[in-house]
């Protein structure tokens, strides 16, 4: 199923709408379960050495044969953070009967584009994810109250008769799409950060000017609720050090609210910015974060957030609740 299948799928009554794709990709991925490789990543939380203060100057790196530019300051928390995800012990190994187990809070834009209309709210959820070693596994999510982030669109929901982004509680059965005997696909992420590079830019490849902001929401992608060891999270940190394009933002906040330095790549061709967060003493990974930079399609104003999630725990358990499996189920 395609991304605008599934919003589709979610959202029936709307007109074609030709830019619909990167309108919702956000959205999507908040909801959707058929993510580039199985369907999500984990992201653990672990003590880490103290942030090295110093000025955002630039390097150059020699990168695929290409002399790139690329922020010290950024490359240093990433590397800062490789190093001390490796020395901290990793989950426990993740049996063919087990699940690893991932709670979350989101929020992420949804757009609904009506024939008459179309308007875009913050929808807030928090999630509880099971998921086995062959990709498959149960989600249990809680979807909260919109947040409009502009009077004109929540005048255009109000003048719709106030449609549903969708809410309360929801428990879904995940299925792989990779296939019935296809493992977690983070299983065999590279340990060496030359040969992840080299995977994540082949995968990227056909992104063009675009390729160095693929690469660093693949390794989101790769963080996100989906078993990695230490050494594999080591490497995709190192391999987000030495995209160009990378910089440090302060003063920002994960979207349970917490405190983080944001290390982000501007994306010019969707006008947005994705960003890994840290916390600033420890540099743990806390979550992710999307923003708008000027000139977006929506309208926001330059820096309104309009995606992040926050990472609250991560371990591997032997059973999901039952009151989950027969909700899914029904």
């Known amino acids: 199923m395609s991304e605008l299948d599934l919003v589709r799928e979610l959202i029936p009554e709307r007109a074609s709408d030709p ?17 580039r490789r199985s369907w999500g990543r984990p992201r653990l939380f672990v003590p880490a050495v103290g942030l090295v ?16 530019t690329v922020d010290a300051a950024a490359a240093r ?14 989950l426990a190994a993740l049996g063919p009967d087990e699940y690893l187990y991932t709670r979350s809070t989101n929020e992420y834009l949804s757009t609904v584009g009506l024939k008459s209309s179309s308007f875009s709210a913050l929808v807030p959820n928090t999630r509880e994810v099971w998921l086995r070693r062959d990709g498959t596994g149960w989600l249990h999510e809680v979807t909260g109250a919109p947040i409009f982030l502009s009077e004109r669109d929540r005048h255009a929901w109000i003048n719709a008769g106030r449609p549903s982004f969708g809410g309360g509680v929801t428990d879904t059965v995940l299925a792989n799409t990779d296939g019935p005997n296809a493992p977690m696909a983070s299983l065999d992420l590279p340990t060496d950060p030359d040969a992840l590079y080299a995977q994540l830019h082949r995968e990227a490849a056909g992104f063009g000017s675009r390729i160095y902001a693929e690469m660093f929401v693949m390794i989101g992608d790769d963080l996100r609720e ?5 050494a594999q999270r080591s490497a995709l940190f190192e391999v987000a050090a030495r995209l160009p394009g990378i910089q440090v933002v302060r003063g920002a906040h994960d979207a349970a609210g917490r405190a983080a330095i944001a290390v982000a790549i501007d994306d010019s061709g969707n006008h947005d910015r994705a960003a890994l967060l840290f916390d600033p003493q420890t540099l743990a990974l806390l979550g992710e974060q999307y923003v708008v930079l000027g000139g977006n399609a929506f309208g926001y104003p330059d820096g309104a957030v309009i995606g992040g999630s ?16 027969d909700a899914a189920r029904h």
Request: charged share 20%; glycine share 4%.
């Open 53 to 68: 203060a110093g000025a955002a100057t630039a390097v150059v790196l020699l990168l695929a044969g290409t002399s790139a």
């Open 19 to 35: 830019d619909a794709r990167e309108r919702v990709r956000l959205a999507v991925a908040a909801r959707t379960y058929e993510r």
């Open 77 to 90: 928390v990433l590397r800062q953070a490789a190093i001390a995800v490796r020395q901290q012990p990793g």
């Open 310 to 325: 926050a990472y609250l725990e991560q371990k591997v358990v032997d059973s999901v609740p039952q009151s989950v499996v």
């Open 226 to 230: 989906n078993y990695t060891t230490p």
